[in-house]
């Protein structure tokens, strides 16, 4: 793999592109949605479930609604083999707040994941908690007013490197060890046994402020592909009338 493809949407609070995106998804992707209970988080769901369908349906050779996934045993989605036994596109998708993201690529394992700006309450806890003993040390070397974005950024390597390698929060992110460029996670036997990755190579998302993300796969050096940068998810599937009146 040479490239994955980059995807980042800001949704609109006011646009009703999630009408549209409701008839691409299957009953499980419904009912999962309905069954949140704060309305924005089951508008996410759908947006970001209808989103990533349409992205991947053409590589699939399928219409958005016949895109097929499975699951790993922790939750993991992948696309199913179509009926000619090729190797599907691989992918991965994270959202925070108002902002989506969605990386796609051939032949290697991929994470993503985004994580809005914020002041993180008891960095000292949960440092203690999620980090290795270096990690503490570097951020501790920080001035107080950089730690809780520097606490985000590493966050953000350790959790797209767990959902590349597909372990999910079933490994302690304290066995997670941030490197200059790749991500090492310190497996239990059981899962090394299985094959699942142990390096994954990792690379910041341009997002100029507005969110901490990364980008992590099996592959050294692949380039990133940037092919939506913050867009509206109405005005990027080309949809007219997505916004508040439509
Ligand atoms: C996925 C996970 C790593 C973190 O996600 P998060 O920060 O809450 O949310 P993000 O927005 O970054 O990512 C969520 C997306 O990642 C994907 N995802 C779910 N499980 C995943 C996994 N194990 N690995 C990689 N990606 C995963 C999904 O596409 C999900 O979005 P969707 O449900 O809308 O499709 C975390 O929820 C997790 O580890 N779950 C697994 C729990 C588990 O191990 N269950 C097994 C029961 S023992």
Redesign the pocket.
Known sequence: MTHIDLYTFKIDPASRVERFLLNCLDSAERERASSFKIAKLARL?II??GVLRHILAPRAGVSPAEVEFSYN?????FLRKGRDGAEPASF?????EDFLAIAVGEGARI?V?IECPREIDGLDALSGRFLTAAEREMLSGLPERRRSDSFLRLWTWK?AA??AS?V???LDPARVEVGAESVALDLPEALASRGFADRLYVSDIPAAGLFHGAVASDCPGARIRLLADCQDPGAFLGLEGSGPSG
């Open positions: 769901a970001a479930r045993e922790y939750g993991k989605p991965n998708l994270s959202h925070s994470g994941d959790e767990i959902k597909g999910g929060l079933s």
